[in-house]
């Protein structure tokens, strides 16, 4: 069965950091790129970051450059999201999704809850 | 950036009726754009990739056109699970972006 499953959200402080994971199975994970993908609480869908199949290249939101990193292994089957200086409005569902661009359908996680609060 | 206005934000139809939802790009995107169905608390599903190709699965009544700067999801007969929102995602250039959404409500 395919699955993304993502891990690592809850309640920072403000300037905060958290580490989210996504667990990749039921699929070749290293033949896609990856996203994570954010939906602040009853709004739209915002993309954030991606990675090359082999790791080589990524892309940011401008909102989250320098303070987001996004990386993985692809020996783990893993997808990461390092959040620094966390502020406010990162407050959001963090989803992982493999090949937004691709033809095969993307496969996207459940979601991981990130809530930026004092 | 390139901007995906999306419209209506929201609309009201009956089961049966044919709906209509618009993406508009801020410079063209080829057909580097896809349509996402969204229902709450749920992760988005792709309905059609490369603006009109119909993702494997997704019912026949779900169709998609358009390409440069103008696309629009047709359904073309709403039925019950149809209600959800809806979301355009161009995938053309950095940064990604997503359209603002469109809800689509019983009426």
């Known amino acids: 069965e395919v699955q993304l499953v993502e891990s690592g959200g809850g309640l920072v402080q403000p300037g905060g950091s958290l580490r989210l994971s996504c667990a990749a199975s039921?699929?070749?994970?290293?033949?896609?790129?990856m996203s994570w993908v954010r939906q602040a609480p009853g709004k739209g869908l915002e993309w954030v970051a991606n990675i090359k199949e082999d790791g080589s290249e990524n892309h940011y939101v401008d909102s989250v450059k320098g303070r987001f990193t996004i990386s993985r292994d692809n020996a783990k089957n893993s997808l990461y999201l390092q959040m620094n200086s966390l502020r406010a409005e990162d407050t959001a569902v963090y989803y992982c999704a493999s090949g937004l661009g691709a033809t095969p359908p993307p496969r996207w996680g459940q979601g991981t809850l990130v809530t930026v609060s004092s | 950036d390139i901007q995906m206005t999306q419209s209506p934000s929201s609309l009201s139809a009956s089961v049966g009726d044919r709906v209509t939802i618009t993406c508009r790009a801020s410079?063209?995107?080829?057909?580097?754009l896809g349509w996402y169905q969204q229902k709450p608390g749920k992760a988005p599903k792709r309905l059609i990739y490369?603006?009109?190709s119909l993702q494997s699965g997704v019912p026949s009544r779900f169709s998609g056109s358009g390409s440069g700067t103008e696309f629009t999801l047709t359904i073309s007969s709403l039925q019950p699970e149809d209600f959800a929102t809806y979301y355009c995602l161009q995938h053309n250039s950095y940064p990604l972006t997503f359209g603002g959404g469109t809800r689509v409500e019983i009426k």
């Open positions: 490369a603006a009109s």
């Open positions: 410079q063209g995107i080829r057909n580097d």
């Open positions: 039921g699929f070749t994970f290293s033949s896609y790129w």
